[in-house]
C-alpha cells in the first residue's frame, strides 16, 4: 500500500514562507502524476499544482510567481516551496499521487498565514 505523508506546514506571518514535503513510500515513478491541492475552510479543494512527470509544472493563477513544486526522485519526495504568502493561501495542504490504476492521497498538513 502506498502512503503520502505531507510535512512542513504551519503557522507563519505574511510574506513569509514555508516548504511543503510530500514523501512516498513507494518509488515517485511509479506516479504519472502528482499534485499539490489545498482546502481553505468552508470551501472546495483547490488544484495548486501539477507535475505531469515530462512536461510542464503547471500553477494555478493565484500562486503563480510565489510557489514553486519540485521533486528529489532519490529520495521519492516532491515539494512546494511557498514564498510571499498571503492570508487566503491559508489551507489545509494535499499532495496527490497518480498511477496507472490508482490515486492516492496524503492526510493534509496545516498552513496558517497571519495578516
Known amino acids: 500500500q502506498v502512503q503520502l505523508v505531507e510535512s512542513g506546514g504551519g503557522l507563519v506571518q505574511a510574506g513569509g514562507s514555508l516548504r511543503l514535503s510530500c514523501s512516498t513510500s513507494g518509488r515517485i515513478f511509479s506516479f504519472n502524476v502528482m499534485s499539490w491541492y489545498r482546502q481553505a475552510p468552508g470551501k472546495e479543494r483547490e488544484l495548486v499544482a501539477t507535475d505531469t512527470f515530462g512536461g510542464n509544472i503547471n500553477y494555478v493563477d493565484s500562486v503563480k510567481g510565489r510557489f514553486t513544486m519540485s521533486r528529489d526522485n532519490a529520495k521519492n519526495t516532491m515539494y512546494l516551496q511557498m514564498n510571499s504568502l498571503k492570508p487566503e493561501d491559508t489551507a489545509v495542504y494535499y499532495c496527490?499521487?497518480?498511477?496507472?490504476?490508482?490515486?492516492?492521497w496524503g492526510q493534509g498538513t496545516q498552513v496558517t498565514v497571519s495578516s
Open positions: 496527490r499521487g497518480v498511477s496507472a490504476l490508482f490515486e492516492y
